[in-house]
């Protein structure tokens, strides 16, 4: 299904003169992996490596692993630009993957016709069908807003699982958002960022489904059971992560300042993945607070046996922030 887009990394290894090659891809895109390095190695000579480390997104781009490697490019799939370029240069390839727009749009139709006003999001994987999907919808009818791209998004209707800015330019004009792309994660996500119900068009398993607010009930129930127990903490453990595009140092910091002056007891835990193994053996701290990836604390991992939130969780607990004024309206930053 993706478009490996090998010419265009053959092309990128000779144009660089590379010898050494560093190929970093998505866990669906491992499969095809020895293939890959089998056809760049046959058709440019050079020395090509993978990265076996996960892969969570653009954020995790495995730079210091090219640089360990002494490679002379880095090969990222899967993920638009997003880190600033490091020491060593990155390719990055989208893996795009072709959908049936008509098809789609017809059977989203069925959902979508209680509104009249459509905001158009989706992964990097389908926005070059972007324009495609627009048009297949004002034909049915639908005052379609799809926004400009920028920041970490770069494409119109672009989103990731932290950021929603094309989604959240176009908010006031929209009703519903139809979202094309695989799995919850990013509906979920919409909802927190802007309130407003998902059409899920997934071309993966070709389905369509609805979710709203109210789905995420049991959601809002738990983050405000862990930002009370946060508050009943005394000691937090505020992580951070080393990982490119998820590294907030100064932050962790500032809260850290922030924690101590209102009398908690902090300490920087400093990591390259938040994981409960890791954790769940720094057994003082009662709860903790992760300027990581802001999905991992809300929704992300099973197993961290104390509260986790994200940093806007923690500026309600200090006081700086209200919770309701979050919820729906751009609760991940
Ligand atoms: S920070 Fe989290 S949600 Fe954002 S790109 Fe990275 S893994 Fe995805």
Redesign the pocket.
């Given at each position: 299904m993706y478009h490996l887009e090998l010419e265009k990394v053959r092309d990128e290894i000779t144009r660089r003169g590379a010898r050494r090659v560093l190929l970093q891809l998505p866990d669906g895109m491992r499969p095809f992996a020895y293939q890959m390095v089998k056809a760049l190695k046959e058709s440019t000579g050079a020395h090509i490596m993978l990265s076996g480390d996960s892969c969570?997104?653009?954020?995790?781009l495995a730079s210091r692993q090219a640089l360990e490697v002494d490679a002379d490019l880095l090969v990222h799939y899967g993920h638009a630009e997003m880190v600033q370029e490091r020491d060593v240069p990155v390719l990055y390839v989208h893996a795009e993957v072709d959908v049936d727009a008509v098809k789609l749009v017809e059977e989203a139709t069925q959902f979508l016709k209680e509104w009249n006003s459509v905001g158009l999001v989706t992964t990097i994987q389908h926005v070059h069908q972007v324009d495609e999907l627009r048009d297949e919808l004002r034909k049915r009818g639908f005052e379609v807003h799809v926004g400009e791209g920028g920041g970490k998004t770069p494409y119109p209707g672009q989103i990731?699982?932290?950021?929603y800015l094309t989604a959240q330019k176009v908010m006031d004009d929209v009703e519903v958002y139809l979202y094309v792309g695989g799995g919850q994660f990013h509906p979920s996500g919409l909802i927190l960022s802007t309130g407003k119900p998902v059409v899920i068009a997934n071309p993966y398993t070709a389905s369509v489904t609805l979710k709203t607010e109210d789905d995420l009930m049991q959601l809002a129930k738990k983050r405000m059971a862990e930002i009370t127990a946060t508050r009943n903490a005394k000691r937090i453990g505020v992580i951070v992560s080393s990982k490119p595009?998820?590294g907030s140092l100064p932050i962790a910091m500032e809260l850290e300042k922030r924690f101590t002056k209102k009398g908690y007891e902090a300490v920087i835990i400093y990591l390259d993945e938040v994981r409960p193994e890791h954790l769940n053996n720094v057994v003082e701290p009662e709860a903790f607070v992760n300027t990581a990836?802001p999905?991992i604390a809300i929704d992300g991992i099973m197993g961290i046996d104390r509260p986790m939130l994200s940093v806007q969780e923690a500026e309600v607990v200090l006081g700086d922030r209200r919770w309701e004024d979050m919820w729906g309206q751009g609760y991940l930053g």
């Open positions: 969570y997104g653009a954020c995790d990731l699982g932290c950021y595009g998820q990836c999905r």
